[in-house]
């Protein structure tokens, strides 16, 4: 705070006050970590008469005070230059510590020495006042005294294990959790150093060893990302009668195109969606690239492709650097809802660290009545409606439901069944379709609603009655409906039959607001007739790509092809090798970041 007085006077006081209760959870994780070790120490010690654990605890709780004076000391360094905090990527370029000298200033360095001399202080406090009083001595080894320390030590661990997730709530701690201003640097004061570097070390452990889809060379893959990407043709077809509309996003918990009869789905789920489909266009081939909330987040409104074993969303340092809608659309309002915990996968994190004018979830709305996750859909819905009426025009907003998610405790009778294990969930996907017909006819007489397209997609499919295989294409396959008085009216009812997926959202919108959408070089608009069409998604350990002609699978747990679909083997290699150049090239930019 000494060392960034002019970007931290941006806020009021009564925000950078928050700055100390939000902290404290993750303060107490980290501590808790560290306490791990003390324990172990302390209750050994009970079974010796010896010293021997006194020096280790000494040296451990030593060498900590002066790693985290490193910590401290470079993160402030690393902020002026970068403002991000210490993180996995700044530390791999010690690497080559000539480098990293060599590029630092003499304010770096200063810097530096300085907090390395505050820890050398509060060594030697540590050292005098406090370690002398550690309960190191052996108080007998009666029979009741050792059965009392083997029982005690279980609760020890229980309570030191509820720090460490920062409580018994159902979500551990993430960096979500100390975030709270608009102000990025209050969020990251917030932020414990210590617990921020061994969680991003901890995060980035795939890449300890480089890329892990290294298989070709940088010139091999650079072409191949060239030519997938090559416009010929700048064809967009303009669908909306406006530049600059209201855009609301409805992100649909886990909404398989299985529940959508016009995607060859089951017929009787989603009426309410059918009905919009008749004023809408529907995309018909449309794809998820995870199968998760928080990479459905960042692929959608970043543009940014999903790994098996990674998530940029939980990585701060790299997720703020991406483009996001909202930045890109800076005339807009931007804002989030949800009725659930949006710590999970850190989206909370992420959508305020990219800049969202209003975040909103659970805590705002502990009045409404709630399942086991969340506010149900009709409420948040409701409730959706009256935040809509208070956002300056022309606005970005999204609303996340929740009721269509396990464990699927919605206020609705279950009228549907298909003789299957998905039963509840085919329920709530009809529940959340109710819900979803009715906001859209309530907000018809709105004032904003006339100049307003409405983006209906969901963060990620789920297994139907169908069954389908787990890096089955048709599991990812979900819908995506574009609505509003805002579409030509020559559009209304049709449908896009354009091989498509969340990381093509971004860059098909900005180009119909005649907007640049040069950043998201991983999306493709969906309403150019002329682009070649790819699909990446990533399932629990592996990863696929889909193409027009075919598709391909591979799992890394069982370093086995499983799917594999083309009109020959010819093209089953081709589509292969391009799914292998495409996760190599993209990991590289996730590296890079």
Excluded at 237 to 247: H, M, R, Y
Excluded at 310 to 339: C, E, M, P, W
Excluded at 356 to 367: A, G, L, P, R
Excluded at 368 to 390: C, I, N, P, R, T
């Amino acid at each position: 705070m000494l060392f960034f007085t002019k970007e931290i006077s941006e806020s009021s006081f009564l925000e950078i006050s928050k700055i100390i209760p939000k902290s404290f959870a993750i303060d107490i994780s980290f501590i808790s970590y560290l306490l791990v070790v003390i324990a172990i120490l302390l209750w050994l010690n009970t079974f010796l008469r010896t010293r021997f654990f006194s020096k280790i605890a000494f040296v451990f709780t030593t060498f900590f005070i002066f790693i985290s004076s490193l910590i401290n000391g470079g993160e402030v360094a690393l902020y002026s230059e970068w403002k991000t905090k210490l993180n996995f990527t700044a530390l791999s370029h010690f690497s080559n510590p000539t480098e990293v000298f060599s590029t630092a200033s003499l304010g770096h360095i200063l810097t530096t020495i300085l907090f390395v001399f505050v820890g050398i202080i509060f060594i030697r406090i540590y050292k005098k006042q406090v370690h002398p009083f550690f309960p190191f001595q052996n108080s007998g080894n009666t029979f009741g005294k050792v059965i009392v320390r083997i029982l005690s030590l279980p609760l020890i661990f229980g309570l030191l294990l509820i720090g460490i997730r920062g409580g018994l709530q159902e979500i551990p701690i993430n960096l979500s959790d100390a975030y709270f201003s608009n102000n990025l640097i209050l969020n990251d004061i917030a932020v414990n150093p210590n617990w921020n570097v061994f969680q991003s070390i901890y995060k980035s452990k795939t890449n300890f060893k480089g890329n892990p889809y290294e298989k070709y060379t940088d010139e091999e893959c650079e072409e191949f990302i060239k030519d997938l990407y090559k416009i010929n043709n700048d064809t967009t077809i303009l669908v909306l009668t406006t530049k600059t509309p209201n855009i609301i996003f409805v992100l649909l918990e886990s909404w398989s195109a299985d529940n959508i009869e016009s995607l060859q789905g089951i017929n009787g789920i989603t009426p309410n969606f059918k009905d919009l489909e008749k004023k809408g266009i529907l995309f018909t081939d449309f794809y998820s690239n995870g199968w998760k909330s928080d990479q459905g987040m960042s692929s959608i409104f970043s543009s940014f492709p999903v790994f098996p074993f990674v998530a940029i969303i939980n990585q701060a340092d790299k997720s703020r650097k991406l483009a996001s809608l909202n930045k890109s659309l800076k005339t807009y309002h931007s804002s989030f809802f949800f009725g659930g915990q949006l710590t999970y996968g850190n989206i909370k994190g992420y959508l305020m660290s990219n800049g969202f004018n209003v975040v909103k979830d659970e805590e705002d709305y502990s009045h409404l009545l709630s399942g086991s996750l969340g506010v149900h859909d009709e409420y948040m819905f409701g409730k959706f409606k009256k935040e809509l009426a208070d956002l300056p025009q022309p606005f970005m907003s999204a609303l996340f439901t929740i009721s269509s998610h396990s464990p699927y405790d919605f206020p609705a009778e279950h009228k549907l069944s298909f003789d299957s294990k998905e039963n509840k969930y085919v329920n709530s996907v009809a529940y959340t379709d109710k819900c979803l017909g009715e906001f859209m006819e309530s907000v018809k007489g709105e004032d904003w609603y006339i100049n307003t397209l409405f983006v209906i997609v969901a963060d990620h499919s789920h297994n139907s009655p169908r069954g389908w295989r787990k890096a089955q294409k048709e599991r990812f396959k979900i819908p995506m409906l574009w609505f509003g008085e805002v579409l030509k009216e020559n559009f209304r009812g049709t449908q896009n039959i354009a091989l498509g997926s969340h990381i093509d959202i971004a860059t098909t919108l900005l180009a119909q607001l005649h907007c640049s959408n040069k950043e998201y070089k991983w999306g493709k608009d969906l309403f150019n007739p002329n682009l070649e069409r790819a699909v990446p998604y990533a399932f629990h350990k592996g990863f696929g790509l889909i193409r027009e002609n075919g598709y391909y699978a591979f799992s890394e747990s069982y370093n086995r092809i499983i799917e594999s679909h083309a009109e020959n083997k010819a093209e089953e290699e081709k589509i292969k090798k391009e799914a292998e150049m495409y996760f190599q090239s993209a990991f590289k930019e996730y590296m890079d970041l």
